[in-house]
């Protein structure tokens, strides 16, 4: 079992910049990419970025290149999302995933981030 739970979500404007965060409680001896996925309203989730577990590689969607940069604390435990330059389009509920823990695939419950013009 793998817990995940979000944070740094608020209300930005436009503009501005948040720092999301998500610790990863559980199986924590495992080793295991941790991914961010974002999901707005009246859309699918879609898929933002992910890394490994030591932090030493990233992929990011094409469209989210430039101003979302995923990173992973020293502890490895903690993953977060910088987004820069935020925009409107940026609204939606942020969650944390870890795809692949010894088979399965967690969740957290998100964080929202809500992007006035």
């Known amino acids: 079992q793998v817990q995940l739970v979000e944070s740094g979500g608020g209300l930005v404007q436009a503009g501005g910049s948040l720092r999301l965060s998500c610790v990863a409680s559980?199986?924590?001896?495992?080793?295991?990419?941790l991914a961010w996925f974002r999901q707005s309203p009246g859309k699918e989730r879609e898929f933002v970025a992910r890394i490994n577990w030591s932090g030493t590689s990233t992929y990011y969607a094409d469209s989210k290149k430039g101003r979302f940069t995923i990173s992973r604390g020293n502890d490895k435990n903690t993953v977060y999302l910088q987004i820069n330059n935020l925009e409107p389009e940026d609204t939606a509920v942020y969650y944390c995933?870890?795809?692949?823990?010894?088979?399965?695939?967690?969740w957290g419950n998100g964080t929202l981030v809500t992007v006035s013009s």
């Open positions: 559980g199986r924590t001896t495992s080793r295991y990419v």
């Open positions: 995933n870890a795809p692949s823990v010894e088979g399965k695939s967690y």
